[in-house]
């Protein structure tokens, strides 16, 4: 997998979303392709999507494997998985930490196998299997599931932090579907996401989904019987971007963060209104980041006649270097980096009123504008 050097934002192909896509590529960092649609395309539609794959990055993301099956996944479809990714070169591909089929029976969807020891193993043997045909190690998805999942001693962040450890492999986390899983079967609905959240091995994720859904009422007529069901055809819930500024809090390595959406499609400004929500949810979590490493460094200089200096001659340039400020503000960690700023600097700018800078920085370009044509305000 091709490591990105920095978070990004994406959407899934669709058909329907094509030229929207097209048209608003500057604001789309990233596409991810069902690649089962593309198995038996013909040649020049596979050539399409590798043109495709040389103007914007492009994912592949597998539906049907069934890599956490007792079954041994079929290798025809891993053979056309091998055959996609050799003629598109995508940056990486993906698949699900499920089972859709089983002696025979096709279950039409992805289910949830018990967690335990032995799905474990069977997941790692299957995903060994799948390296071993693609030449590229699949990122996994957790799954979302309308059931509790029977026989099954670990929970989900415990069965899911196995398979990745032993499989050593890449997480594709689904926040949505994390989410769907706590508010059905978790003590708490409020808490429960961001619990199981916290408990994933965060530093293995590289892609994230978000996605919609709605409730579910239960086949027995209890109104209060429901559950959530996660359907990709609804708004990014904001629980789900809490969770991903949480995310972005706690993960070191950068993100690409996906926007799936299947149908009962918006129009393409409310998608691309949906991304910038997701780059203002990393922004945020980013920041959190930034000033939390700092607070855990205590500041033993005494802020003298030096450090006063050094932070004037700084805040000059952020009132009046647009591009400077945008920086600061934007990607604070990149900022400290450039300017290689003592501890005692750093503390201080992290801290700043970001809406007086802004608002000062405005009142100042226009002082200076009236300077230049004779008088001041």
């Known amino acids: 997998m091709r490591v990105p050097s920095h978070d990004r934002v994406g959407l899934g192909w ?12 500057d604001q789309i960092d990233v596409v991810e392709v069902i690649a089962e649609d593309w198995f038996d395309a013909p040649r020049h539609r596979v050539s399409a999507l590798r043109t495709l794959a040389t103007q914007i990055p492009v994912q592949l993301h597998g539906t049907s494997a069934g890599l956490a099956s007792a079954e041994p996944v079929e290798e025809k479809r891993l053979a056309k998985m091998a055959r996609l990714v050799d003629a598109v070169q995508p940056e990486a591909w993906s698949e699900h930490l499920a089972f859709v089929r089983a002696r025979g029976h096709e279950i039409g969807h992805l289910a949830a196998v018990p967690r ?21 190690s699949p990122m996994l998805e957790n799954i979302a599931t309308l059931m509790a999942v029977p026989a099954s001693p670990f929970s989900e962040t415990e069965w899911l932090s196995e398979v990745v450890a032993v499989s050593n492999a890449l997480l594709l986390l689904d926040l949505h579907n994390l989410y769907s899983n706590a508010v059905n079967f978790g003590a708490d609905q409020t808490t429960a996401p961001l619990e199981a959240l916290r408990q994933l091995p965060l530093d293995r994720v ?11 009422a239960g086949g027995s007529g209890d109104g209060n019987e429901r559950r959530w069901l996660d359907d990709h055809l609804h708004a990014v819930p ?42 203002a949810a990393m922004r945020r ?5 930034a000033v939390a490493a700092i607070a855990a460094v205590p500041c033993r200089a005494a802020c003298g006649a030096a450090q006063s200096a050094r932070l004037e001659a700084l805040l000059a340039r952020l009132y009046v270097d647009d591009g400077l400020r945008a920086t600061f503000l934007h990607a604070p960690d990149e900022f400290f980096r450039r300017e290689e700023l ?3 600097d750093t503390t ?3 801290a700043i009123d970001r809406t007086g800078l802004m608002m000062a920085a405005r009142s100042f370009a226009r002082k200076r504008q009236q300077k230049v044509r004779g008088r001041w305000a």
């Open 14 to 25: 669709r058909a329907e979303l094509a030229s929207g896509i097209f048209a608003h590529q």
């Open 116 to 136: 335990n020891a032995s799905t474990v193993a069977d997941a790692a043997t299957n995903i060994a299997r799948a390296r071993e045909i693609t030449g590229m």
């Open 206 to 216: 590289r892609t994230v989904h978000i996605a919609g859904g709605t409730w579910l």
């Open 238 to 279: 904001d629980a789900v971007f809490t969770m991903l500024e949480e995310l972005a809090a706690l993960a070191p390595q950068p993100l690409t963060v996906v926007l799936e959406r299947d149908g009962a499609y918006p129009a393409m400004e409310d998608l691309l209104l949906e991304l910038q929500w997701a780059r």
């Open 285 to 289: 979590g980013r920041e959190r980041k």
């Open 342 to 344: 003592s501890r005692e």
């Open 348 to 350: 201080a700018l992290a």
